[in-house]
C-alpha cells in the first residue's frame, strides 16, 4: 500500500490554501467585530468589518472556483454518498479512531485511486463544503446588501435573525475547522496528510 | 361557570384592561376647534384658492403660496390639535385679505405658554431651552432660529404618545434634521452656506442608509452626558461620535438613549432589558445573546476537551 497518488491537483490546492487563510481571517475578525467594546479592541472596529467583508467575498469567489474545480475535474466523485449501509461504516471508522487506532489496527478504508476520504471524512466535508460554507456565504451576502433581507420575520428584525444565522454557521465552521486540522494530523507519521495538501502527492 | 372559571375571566379583565385603555388612547376625541378651523384651512390646506371680489364682483380662484399650506391631518395629530388657529395667530387672520401689518405680529414661544407649569414638568421644557441655546443652531443663528424650526408649528407630534416602533421613531426624528440638512432650499432659509450632501460627510459610515435608518441623528450629535430622551444640545460637527465601538459593543451608548425609552417601557412589561434591541435592530457588538455565547463555549470547549483525550490515549500507545 505504499503506492504514490496523485490526488490534490493544483486548483485543489490552490482552493484550500486561499480557503483556509480566508476562513482564519473571517474568523479572526468575526471575533473582533463580536466581542467589540470601548476599552480594548484588537483592530480598529471599521478596519476590522472590511477586512471581514473583503474576505468574505473573497471566500465566496473561491468557493465558487471550487465547486466548478469539483464538477469540471471529476474531484466531485469523492464526494457522492453510497447511502446503502453507510451507518454501519461510519460506526467501524468511528471504532478505529475510537479503539483500533490505539491498538496499531489498520483503518479500515485505505485511501485509494477511488477513495480519497474515509466515511467520516466524507460526511464531515460534505457537510462543510455543501451547507455550512454555503449558508454563511449566503448570510453573510445578504448582511452586507441589507435592503435584501426581510424587514421583519415573524416579529424578529430580519437582519437579526439574518446575523444569528450567520454567527451560527461561523461557529460551526470553526467546530469543523478544529477537528478537520486535529484528524488530519492522525495520519502516519503526523505530517503526513499535511505533506500531501501541499505536494499533492499521497504516500 | 365554576368559582375558577369566574376568577380566570376576571383575571384576564384586569390584564387587558389597561391594553384596552392604551390603544383607546389611539383614537382621541375630535379636536375642541375643529369647525373653527375649517375656515382657515379652507384656503390654507389648498393649492389654490379662492375668494370673493368685492371690487369686481367676480369669484377669483389663485395660487398658494406653498409655505402656507398645511395638511388638516398633520395638524389634528400634533399636540396641539386642540388649538384653533387664531390661539396662536391674530383673529384678525378672520378677514381676507389679510391686513398687512399681521405679517409683523410677534409669534409665542414655547415657553411662554409652557414655562413654570407644572403640567409639564415632565418635558423638563427649562432644561430643554437651555441646551438648545449651547447647542451649535443657537449660538451661531441666535434668534433666527427658534423651537418651531424643528418643531413644526402645524404638525409637531410626540412620537412617544403612541405606539411607535424604533424605527419609526428614527424616521420622524431624522426627518427633523434632515428637513433642512437634506434640503437646500430650507437650508438656505437659515444659512448661505451650501453643504456637501449628507451621504458625502458620513462617507466614514458604512451602510449609510441602514444607519440613517436606525439611529437618530442626535445618537452622534450630542453630548452623551446629557439624560434626555430627546437631547437637544446639537454640539459642533468636531465633536460628533465617529467611534464604532461607542455604539457597537455590548455598553452601546444607545442603550442610554435611543432605546431608553423603549427599554423603560418594555422593562414594566416584559422585565426583560434587551427586549427591544432584540426585537428591532441587530447591532453588531451589542446583540450578544447569553444563552447562545455559553453554548458556543460549552461546544467549543467540549471539542477541545475530545481532542485532548484523544491525544493522551494516542501518546499512550
Ligand atoms: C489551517 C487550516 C487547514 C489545514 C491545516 C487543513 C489541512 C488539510 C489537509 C492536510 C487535507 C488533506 C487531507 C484530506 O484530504 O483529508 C485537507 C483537505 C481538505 N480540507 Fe483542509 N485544512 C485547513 C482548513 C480547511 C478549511 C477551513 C476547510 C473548509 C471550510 C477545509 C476543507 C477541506 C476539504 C474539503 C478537503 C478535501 C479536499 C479534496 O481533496 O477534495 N480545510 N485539509
Known amino acids: 500500500m505504499s503506492e504514490k497518488l496523485y490526488l ?3 486548483w485543489l490546492r490552490l482552493w484550500h490554501a486561499f480557503n483556509a487563510l480566508l476562513i482564519l481571517s473571517l474568523i479572526a475578525s468575526g471575533l473582533i467585530i463580536q466581542n467589540a467594546n470601548v476599552d480594548s479592541m484588537l483592530l480598529r472596529f471599521d478596519l476590522s468589518i472590511s477586512i471581514h ?25 469523492f464526494y457522492i454518498l453510497e447511502w446503502k449501509g453507510l451507518m454501519g461504516r461510519l460506526i467501524q471508522q468511528s471504532n478505529y479512531y475510537m479503539k483500533g487506532m490505539f491498538n496499531g489496527e489498520q483503518t479500515p478504508f485505505p485511501v485509494n485511486k477511488d477513495r480519497k476520504f474515509n466515511p467520516l471524512q466524507k460526511v464531515s466535508y460534505i457537510v462543510a463544503m455543501y451547507v455550512f460554507v454555503p449558508l454563511v456565504i449566503i448570510t453573510g451576502l445578504a448582511l452586507i446588501f441589507p435592503e435584501t433581507i426581510l424587514p421583519r420575520v415573524v416579529g424578529f428584525s430580519g437582519i437579526q435573525l439574518t ?10 465552521i470553526s467546530i469543523f475547522l478544529m477537528v478537520h486540522v486535529y484528524i488530519c494530523t492522525t495520519g502516519k507519521p503526523i505530517s503526513k496528510n499535511f505533506k500531501s495538501i501541499v505536494t499533492g502527492w499521497h504516500e | ?10 383575571m384576564l379583565f384586569a390584564i387587558c384592561t389597561p391594553f384596552a385603555l392604551i390603544a383607546s388612547d389611539e383614537t382621541r376625541e375630535a379636536p375642541l376647534r375643529f369647525e373653527e378651523n375649517k375656515h382657515c384651512f379652507q384656503c390654507h390646506s389648498q393649492k389654490f384658492y379662492t375668494y370673493e371680489n368685492e371690487v369686481t364682483g367676480k369669484t377669483d380662484r389663485k395660487a398658494m403660496n406653498p409655505n402656507f399650506v398645511y395638511s388638516p391631518e398633520a395638524f389634528y395629530e400634533g399636540v396641539h390639535r386642540n388649538f384653533a388657529c387664531t390661539d396662536c ?16 405680529e410677534e409669534m409665542y414661544q414655547c415657553l411662554d405658554c409652557h414655562g413654570g407649569d407644572p403640567t409639564y414638568a415632565k418635558y423638563n421644557f427649562e432644561v430643554v431651552e437651555e441646551e438648545f441655546h449651547k447647542s451649535v443652531h443657537s449660538t451661531r443663528h441666535s434668534e433666527d432660529f427658534n423651537c418651531w424650526m424643528c ?22 426624528h431624522n426627518q427633523t434634521c434632515m428637513g433642512c440638512h437634506a434640503d437646500s432650499y430650507n437650508f438656505q432659509r437659515i444659512s448661505d452656506d451650501v453643504k456637501p450632501s449628507l451621504q458625502n460627510i458620513h462617507s466614514f459610515l458604512p451602510n449609510f442608509e441602514l444607519h440613517f435608518s436606525s439611529v437618530r441623528c442626535i445618537e452622534c450629535h450630542t453630548s452623551k452626558l446629557d439624560t434626555l430622551w430627546v437631547k437637544h444640545n446639537i454640539l459642533p460637527k468636531e465633536e460628533a461620535v465617529r467611534n464604532c465601538v461607542e455604539c457597537h459593543s455590548t455598553n452601546t451608548l444607545l442603550m442610554g438613549s435611543l432605546y431608553k425609552y423603549q427599554n423603560l417601557a418594555s422593562r414594566k412589561e416584559r422585565g426583560f432589558l434587551n427586549s427591544v434591541i432584540l426585537n428591532e435592530a441587530y447591532v453588531i457588538g451589542a446583540n450578544t445573546n447569553k444563552f447562545m455565547n455559553l453554548g458556543s463555549y460549552i461546544i467549543f470547549g467540549l471539542t477541545l476537551l475530545g481532542i485532548i483525550i484523544h491525544t493522551i490515549f494516542r501518546l499512550k500507545k
Open chain 2, 89 to 104: 395667530h391674530s383673529p384678525d387672520y378672520e378677514t381676507f385679505p389679510h391686513q398687512a401689518e399681521l405679517r409683523f
Open chain 1, 163 to 172: 446575523a444569528m444565522l450567520h454567527a451560527t454557521a461561523g461557529f460551526l
Open chain 2, 151 to 172: 418643531h413644526n408649528p402645524h404638525s409637531y407630534k410626540r412620537m412617544t404618545a403612541g405606539d411607535h416602533s424604533i424605527s419609526e421613531i428614527v424616521k420622524y
Open chain 1, 53 to 77: 467583508n473583503v474576505s468574505g467575498v473573497l471566500l465566496s469567489v473561491n468557493y465558487l472556483f471550487f465547486i466548478l474545480g469539483n464538477v469540471i475535474t471529476g474531484n466531485i466523485r
Open chain 1, 8 to 10: 490534490y491537483p493544483v
Open chain 2, 1 to 10: 361557570m365554576t368559582k375558577h372559571k369566574w376568577m380566570l375571566w376576571g
